[in-house]
């Protein structure tokens, strides 16, 4: 397990720590882990991972979920309604191919249809998170369509 991973599993179960008390319990011997604990956990803290409760003691948070690109795509077409593909490619500065992709996909299943070449309308109200691809083939709630 990496170094960082270790850290993790300390803080987790430390809840509340100083860094000297995650350097002990993963058992770093070296001044120079020392450093890497310190460096690794100024990212933690930069990241959200952990907050500081006072001078040189933290509380594991956990980490929070990224959000995808195809997810972002999903939240501009939400917002927007009236799209174009131009308007995807500009806000997100994303991969063409990649956007077409989303694009069809979305009129593949019946998301968003096409009014002109290069422009989207949104169909109905979109939940707020993008459907899962099963085998790529899904439906609004989530589940595989059987057929």
Same mark, same amino acid.
């Given at each position: 397990m990496?170094l960082?991973?270790?850290?993790?599993q300390?803080?987790?179960?430390?809840?509340?720590? *100083?860094? +000297?008390?995650i350097? @002990? %319990?993963?058992?770093?011997?070296?001044?120079?882990e =020392?450093? @890497?604990v310190? @460096?690794?956990?100024?990212?933690f803290?930069?990241?959200?991972?952990?907050?500081r409760?006072?001078?040189?003691? #933290? =509380?594991?948070?956990?980490?929070?979920?990224?959000?995808? !690109?195809?997810? $972002?795509?999903?939240?501009?077409? *939400? $917002?927007?309604?009236h799209f174009? !593909?131009?308007?995807?490619?500009?806000? %997100?500065?994303?991969? *063409?191919? %990649?956007i077409?992709?989303?694009c069809c996909?979305?009129?593949q +299943?019946? #998301?968003?249809?096409?009014?002109? $070449?290069?422009? #989207? +309308?949104? /169909?109905?109200?979109? +939940?707020?998170i993008?459907?899962?691809?099963?085998?790529?083939? %899904? @439906?609004?709630?989530?589940? =595989? /369509?059987?057929?």
């Amino acid at each position: 397990m990496s170094l960082a991973g270790r850290m993790r599993q300390a803080a987790r179960q430390l809840k509340e720590f *100083r860094p +000297k008390d995650i350097s @002990d %319990t993963i058992e770093v011997l070296s001044y120079r882990e =020392r450093e @890497d604990v310190r @460096d690794s956990l100024r990212d933690f803290l930069r990241r959200g991972e952990i907050e500081r409760i006072d001078h040189a003691f #933290y =509380r594991y948070v956990g980490r929070k979920e990224r959000v995808t !690109f195809r997810q $972002r795509l999903w939240d501009i077409a *939400r $917002r927007m309604v009236h799209f174009s !593909f131009s308007d995807l490619v500009q806000i %997100t500065e994303g991969n *063409r191919e %990649t956007i077409q992709e989303f694009c069809c996909w979305m009129v593949q +299943k019946g #998301y968003a249809r096409r009014i002109r $070449r290069g422009h #989207y +309308k949104v /169909i109905g109200k979109l +939940k707020p998170i993008v459907p899962k691809r099963i085998r790529g083939v %899904t @439906d609004q709630s989530n589940e =595989r /369509i059987k057929g």
